[in-house]
């Protein structure tokens, strides 16, 4: 299942049969899809405000019923492709089209999410760490129940544009250095992890 959005262009660079869902429905799909042929690996490849807001529903619920899906969410914190407004996943004092003097809420963090509402697998990478996210997406494929692998990911077109966030590059950078894996992480005073983000499996049960 590919989503609508910024994730939409990643079904030209597979080679495998992709279903294009409405809008926020690609879990819904996967769903029925995965119950009429229990013996296919479904993967849902969607971006953060297709998953979280018009699909957000669709989201708990699968993980709740930990329906063998595998999700790749891809997260770059805007709608990137509709006009640069604020997803569920922009961070809090973050500029968007629709909040120019800083966004006043607080983000989703996917991960928690679904770990609440029961994924059995849920992991996380940059599109930095190329090795670490490989090695999770296989992980997660190979996993028999929900799987989420939430995937943060550059747009500086939008997001880094409104946030000066510098070009794709530079994005990568910051990617790189607020990133921090889960098994430095316990080592790590929470001064230290004020404003980083964990990568790595996170959550397998």
Known sequence: MNG??????????????????THGRAIAFATGIKLFRPELTVIVMAGDGDTLAIGGNHFIHAARRNVDIKVI???NFIYGMTGGQVSPTTPAGAKASTAPEGYNERAFDACKLAEAAGASYVARATSYHVQLLTKITCDAILHKGFALVEVITQCPE????????????????????????????????????????????????
């Not at 609508?4 to 869902?21: M, N």
């Not at 939008?158 to 966030?165: A, F, L």
């Open 4 to 21: 609508i959005g910024c994730s939409g262009r990643t079904a030209a660079y597979l080679d495998f049969d992709v279903l294009k869902g």
């Open 73 to 75: 969410l891809f997260n």
């Open 158 to 205: 939008q997001y880094g544009r409104w946030n000066k966030s510098g070009d794709a590059y530079d994005m990568l950078v910051w990617e790189k250095d607020n990133a921090v894996r889960i098994e430095q992480s316990a080592n790590m005073l929470p001064e230290e992890l004020a404003d980083k983000f964990l990568i790595g499996e996170l959550v397998k049960r």
